[in-house]
């Protein structure tokens, strides 16, 4: 049995025993690292340590510090009552307005995960409170966030773009960002509806609860929440800060944000030890631990192994089919922009021949690499279980992670029926 075989048959394994044994999967996935990379890989353990998702981890610590500290000093409140209010109380909007804010900021230059890190803790505080489904809010967002992501002005669409620039092949920039719009458009519309969407179109907030925090209280209890108190307006400060130093300077939002929190900790330590304590520290260890696992595949060539056998595949429109799965269940665990830059090239070969239209793969590939996103093992899915609140987390991990698998499942065919097997663009 070849070594690229065995990594994928233990990352089966892993998922069954966490799945059957209640362990948690990152645990296992770091066992795993070790075992395979050392055993199989023949890697050394400074090779292994290297697949460590170092940013990532500091984004996941960083964002939900500073959304914890946030949420206990009053300020998440304080904008989800800014947020009915705009919406005149109809909070069956609200899910769509999350959907077009990350899209605005992807369209714009937002790197995903950056958008998704500052719009999801918002937009998930706000589901806790007016009882919205977690799952709904949480892919509501993250299609957002990828239906603005390849403009021709957007992080990924450079990316992709240039890629195809770079590799000879016929490109179509409009064609890549609407396919990508509509796609997670049609597939929002279908979510916002089985997920009980429509039923809060008929449960407005009354207006008294614009400015209330919950059912009862005095009336001071009901002020509370709207007043802009010393932490509140420091915290309103450096969530600019964060968007700013995010979107503008494109500095790091994991470090950004820690920064943010650990300068608010400075001034009022108390509601910091309070903070502290709701990292969620197991979504940590999950997330870091599979991305760990999946790097030492990469290094070892799994990956790549799988990719050269589908470009082995004879029939050209199968080939598509099956890059299109690749690059969805790759991506649902790792960098949906660094398995397109692999798998892109490895398309060359067929995609010169004018047999299958390179403009409608590339689109497929793209939407199939980055619809999956949803998925507790990629960066945004791992921001929306983070920042969910009131919720049990192990059920909501296995809500994401059936609808990533849902995503993983149909969407590749999908987008080849539609942009691939007409050959028309």
Known sequence: MSAELISILVLVVVFVIATTRSINMGALAFAAAFGVGTLVADMKTDDIFKGFPGSLFVVLVGVTFLFAIARANGTTDWLVHLAIRLVGGRIALMPWVMFAITGVLTAIGAVSPAAVAIVAPIAMGFAAKYKISPLLMGVMVVHGAQAGGFSPISIYGTIVNGIVAKEGLPGNEIVLFLASLVVNLLISSVVFVVCGGMKLARHPVAAPALVHAGGGGTADDAEDPITLTAPRIATLVGLAALVVAALVFDLDVGLAAITVAVLLSVVWPETSKQAITQITWPTVLLICGILTYVAVLQTMGTIKWAGDSVAGVGAPLLAALLICYIGAIVSAFASSVGIMGALIP???????????????????????????????????????????????????FKQLMVYGGIMVAAAPPLVWLALVVPGIW
Not at 353 to 369: M, T
């Open 346 to 396: 490895l398309a060359v070969p067929f995609l010169l021949q004018g047999e299958v239209s390179a403009v409608g793969l590339i689109a497929a590939l793209a939407v199939s690499a980055t619809v999956v996103d949803v998925s507790p093992f990629s960066t945004n899915g791992a921001l929306v279980l983070a920042g969910a609140q009131d919720v049990d987390r192990d059920k909501f």
